[in-house]
């Protein structure tokens, strides 16, 4: 008699809704147990969850709030408890979004969106290290990032939300270096592929096709990617752009305030 595949566990921060909500979906698909993270968002986790088991799958939803170290302690050790056979996987999706510039800079909200879009996903990361460490896992579990194509096309909307990407960015290969060989560390800079802060619908319909490939980037690719990253064993330290070639696509401004006079029809 074969023994049974052991099923993977994968735990998607900020898992409730948009882009996390994806990856939830797209790893259920792949055969992985899934651990919605939210902090405000239960009602939206528990749907999520709900969706995967109907569709033969396991799922749990799981709260934290980011911005506070003893909870992402928390959340590791409420993860591996939900997990069946050990935590496989992180896909740190959760982020802060808010808008600030150069000028008019705010030392608080920077704070804000570094703890979430950087502290979190480095300690969760470390966390995950330790707990591999301790089981002498033979498949070193997978540490995903999720940036923005802004990191490679930079435009200076968004300052600090920009700054804690960037940052992330760059402790992609050091991580990796510094967790090796108990955790591969990835990234994936996705385009805009969901309307953002104060977008309009119309605004979001035309700037989501102004990239190479003039047309929208799916939600379900950047979250196959994600699933690419976490089951093969030989990538680590690398950053994959799925946005159709956005970052290739320099831009003076973030890409909602410029589209109504790059698309306007010419006389």
Known sequence: MSTPARIRTVLVTGGAKRLGRACCLAFAQAGWKVLCHHQTSAREADETCREIEQGGGKALALCADLSKAHEREALICAAIQGADQGLDAIVNNASVFEPDSGMAFSCELLQQQLQVNLIAPLHLGSLLAQHAQSQAKEQAPALIHILDQKVFNLNPDYFSY??????????????????????????????????????????????????????????????????????????????????????????????????????RPTT
């Open 162 to 263: 920009t700054v804690s990407k960037l940052a992330l960015e760059r402790s992609v290969a050091l991580q990796a270096q510094a967790l090796a060989p108990h955790v591969r560390v990835s990234a994936i800079a996705p385009g805009l592929i969901f309307v953002s802060g104060p977008q309009s619908a119309d605004n979001f319909e035309r700037a989501q096709s102004l990239n190479l490939m003039r047309s929208p980037t799916a939600a379900r690719d950047v979250a196959r990617s994600a699933v690419f990253l976490a089951e093969n064993d030989s990538i680590t330290g690398a950053t994959l752009c799925v946005d159709k070639g956005q970052h290739l696509v320099p831009l003076e401004r973030d890409v909602m305030f410029v589209v109504d006079q790059l698309t």
